[in-house]
């Protein structure tokens, strides 16, 4: 399995929205809505953010949201914060585990 | 409190072994699966291996398949990661993960993870 293809970088202005791509295929983020995105802040482990494409667990703050739509899914942050900057990974299973191969989001 | 604590990473010479171990505690072991998940010095998070609770059904990624065997003991509440054959493209954080299932057909299937330790660095050079 192939590495699913995220955007390498997104920035944004405190308050501003952005939105994370991440694409597959068939075999896994478009078989079901088995896709996960997590946060890395430098030096941490990754923290769960989204999982089952859309749902949030809980103790996320509702500012991050999931969606899906075919091959590709996508992960929103509203209200962008200074404390939002980190590397992003979607993940998703088909034939086994399968991650993005991330973003790193810049807060202006 | 779900706690995840990898342990045995260091430093090998290509060729060598290794073995990782990852201490759970604050929750009931036996019921979940674990896998082990690793990242390269700034590089992205790559997928190494899992173990079913059930069966103990063990899955590699082709790219330590036949080099590392995962294991796992309920009575310890560990998880281990044996790695033969170290190459210098194995050097990475290691982490250990708990997965969780969702409903899909009927079927449970292997979803995503909730919990992960803080991750232990293996360096392989020589």
């Known amino acids: 399995q192939s590495a699913l293809t995220q955007p390498a970088s997104v920035s944004g202005s405190p308050g501003q929205s952005i939105t994370i791509s991440c694409t597959g295929t068939s075999s896994d983020v478009g078989s079901y809505n088995i896709v996960s995105w997590y946060q890395q802040l430098p030096g941490e482990a990754p923290k769960l953010m989204i999982y089952e494409a859309s749902k949030r667990p809980s103790g996320v703050s509702s500012r991050f949201s999931g969606s899906k739509s075919g091959n590709t899914a996508s992960l929103t942050i509203s209200g962008l914060q200074a404390e939002d900057e980190a590397d992003y990974y979607c993940c998703s299973y088909g034939d086994n585990f399968v991650f993005g191969t991330g973003t790193k989001v810049t807060v202006l | 409190e779900v706690q995840l604590v990898e342990s045995g990473g260091g430093l090998v010479k290509p060729g060598g072994s290794l073995r990782l171990s990852c201490a759970a505690s604050?929750?009931?072991?036996?019921?979940?699966?674990l896998n082990w998940v690793r990242q390269a010095p700034g590089k992205g998070l790559e997928w190494v291996s899992s173990i079913s609770w059930s069966r103990g059904d063990k899955y590699y990624a082709d790219s330590v398949k036949g080099r590392f065997t995962i294991s796992r003991d309920n009575a310890k509440n560990s998880l281990y990661l044996q790695m033969n054959s170290l190459r210098a493209e194995d050097t990475a954080i290691y982490y250990c993960?708990?997965?969780?299932?969702?409903?899909?057909?009927?079927?449970?299937?292997?979803?995503?993870?909730?919990?992960w330790g803080q991750g232990t660095l293996v360096t392989v050079s020589s």
């Open positions: 604050g929750f009931t072991f036996s019921s979940y699966s």
């Open positions: 993960a708990r997965e969780r299932v969702t409903m899909v057909q009927e079927t449970l299937s292997p979803s995503f993870f909730d919990s």
